[in-house]
């Protein structure tokens, strides 16, 4: 009994810790921000971060960890991208604010896709993503490239809706918040696919 709950102290701090560890990685990528003419909104690698904390960490965790990161950011802690000048609430209220809202929902949406579940019919204790089961170590590629996609197609659609409203018009919203960051979001979908693909079943199994 007590080996146990020392256990599951154990696993509650690593989880606690890991949770920190992703609002501090995507604190730290807010700081790597290029601004870009003719929008209020920076070229980050913010985005990457976020993906990649929810895919490592998991539906659950990875979207505690982003939640943890707005209310630092909220609180007036400078964990926000530095090049845009508004200050804690009011960061979210602003024009990039519907990106940094939509992080959570994002990391949420990764870590799902990339949850192991089952093939229909079988064992129920045999799962379906490779790395959870013997003789394979990785994730496929193409579930991974979908997660990711999906994840940065949540994370324009929170600050194309914040644009709109602030904007009132959807073309000079897609302007501003969207086209601008097409190719960048190719090279982060390069990036962060085969990253995933070899991390996330030996960074899921520590959790």
Known sequence: MERTLVIERSTLGIRLGAVVIGAVVVALAAQVAVPLPGTPVPMT???????????????????????????MGA?????????VPLLGIARLLGPT?????AYPVAAWAVGVLLTPGRRPGENSGVLLTPGHRPGVSRTPWVRTALAVLAGLVL??????????????????????????????DLLKIAV???????????????L
């Not at 609180?75 to 090049?83: D, I, S």
């Not at 409203?165 to 190719?183: D, E, K, V």
Request: aromatic share 6%; hydrophobic share 55%.
């Open 192 to 206: 962060l696919v085969p990253v995933l693909t070899q991390l996330t079943p030996t960074i899921r199994a520590r």
């Open 45 to 71: 690698l913010q985005p990457m971060a976020v993906l990649l904390v929810g895919g490592l960490l998991g539906a659950r965790f990875g979207a505690l960890s982003m939640i943890l990161y707005l209310a």
């Open 75 to 83: 609180a007036g802690l400078p964990v926000f991208t530095p090049t």
């Open 97 to 101: 604010g519907g990106y940094l809202l």
């Open 155 to 184: 994370i324009h659609l929170g600050g194309l809706a914040q644009l709109l409203i602030l904007t009132g018009n959807l073309s000079a919203a897609a302007r501003l918040a969207t086209w601008p960051f097409l190719l960048g």
